[in-house]
């Protein structure tokens, strides 16, 4: 079994850091963008679902407690 050898872990370490891809601003402002419009219509989309989920309950409740008469 080899030790740990500090000067093959650095190189090793900056070789890898210069495989890394770093965005440039125009870019991050873009995904940016995309991640927010994509949250707003999540957002918007789970609001119209819980509403109109909200109705269809209320009138099936409607319904039912007309049918069977409770308070």
Same mark, same amino acid.
């Given at each position: $079994? ?6 093959? =872990?650095? #190189?090793? %370490?900056?070789?890898?850091? &210069? ?5 440039? &601003?125009?870019?991050?402002?873009? +995904? ?5 419009? $994509? ?7 789970? %609001? %119209? ?9 209320? &009138?099936?409740?409607? +319904? %039912? #407690?007309?049918?069977?008469?409770? =308070?």
């Amino acid at each position: $079994m080899s030790k740990f050898n500090l000067e093959d =872990a650095i #190189r090793n %370490l900056r070789e890898e850091y &210069k495989k890394i891809y770093w965005p440039d &601003k125009i870019e991050v402002y873009h +995904v940016t963008v995309i991640v927010i419009l $994509m949250t707003a219509f999540i957002a918007i989309y789970t %609001l %119209l679902f819980d509403t109109a989920f909200n109705f269809v309950l209320a &009138k099936i409740s409607e +319904v %039912l #407690r007309n049918i069977l008469g409770g =308070a």
